[in-house]
């Protein structure tokens, strides 16, 4: 298993550009999950998806969007890029059923940042 | 509101010592908790967590943590530290209402040879 695959890892955006991450994970984990991590802040939730077609809100989801089309796929979209958004993102998957286990797990991250 | 605590930035021991990272915690509800560790342009991996059951939790590389519900703690420990330890640390809770993770700002362990 490949577990949770972040593409890319590292990027550089000009302010007002656009952008799609991509997260893919094959552990057939029904839950997925968006993070930003900036520094000494803890990682913070963007948007999260119980299920294929089903996504949510997390705390700071202004300026980002999710779809997800499929149980393995969970791109995140920068509209507009700003300088707030240089940070670095992890998106994470679980799975939750009769046998849940509750940890999530994460992949490598994508380093971004925004001049 | 669930939230968690670490209340130190980073934690220095030597190598060989028994290291603590602390967390406390606040949540409604029976307390779902976790410890995660990063290290250096790495994703968060998964340590140890405590549902149910032992206070007492043994996880990954040799770590441990003692929950205690008087308290609200889940400190992370380990006999004796490695440099190889050195990383930044997370306490996680689930929120029971959304069933979301909600993580501490971090604690860095730095492992002195």
């Known amino acids: 298993n490949a577990g949770v695959t972040q593409t890319p890892k590292f990027r550089i955006l000009k302010i007002g550009q656009s952008m799609t991450l991509q997260c893919a994970q094959d552990m057939n984990h029904n839950y997925m999950y968006w993070y930003r991590q900036d520094p000494g802040m803890g990682l913070k939730l963007i948007y999260y998806?119980?299920?294929?077609?089903?996504?949510d809100k997390g705390e700071v989801p202004n300026g980002y969007n999710v779809s997800r089309s499929t149980t393995e796929d969970f791109p995140l979209r920068l509209e507009l890029a700003a300088p707030s958004q240089t940070s670095v993102y992890f998106c994470?998957?679980?799975?939750?059923?009769?046998?849940?286990?509750?940890?999530?797990?994460f992949g490598p991250g994508t380093r971004l940042t925004v001049t | 509101a669930q939230s968690v605590a670490q209340p130190e930035d980073q934690v220095n021991v030597a190598e060989g010592n028994p290291l603590t990272v602390k967390c406390t915690y606040s949540v409604s509800g029976n307390p779902y908790l976790f410890w995660y560790v990063q290290y250096p342009n790495r994703g968060l991996q998964f340590l140890l967590k405590y549902i149910t059951g032992d206070n007492l939790v043994k996880g990954s590389y040799g770590f441990e943590a003692e929950f205690n519900k008087s308290q609200t703690s889940f400190h992370l420990k380990k006999p004796s530290a490695l440099v190889s330890d050195s990383a930044l640390y997370f306490c996680?809770?689930?929120?029971?209402?959304?069933?979301?993770?909600?993580f501490g700002t971090g604690t860095r362990l730095q492992v002195f040879p």
């Open positions: 996680a809770v689930r929120d029971g209402n959304t069933d979301k993770l909600i």
């Open positions: 994470a998957s679980s799975y939750r059923g009769r046998s849940s286990s509750y940890e999530q797990y």
């Open positions: 998806s119980v299920g294929a077609g089903i996504t």
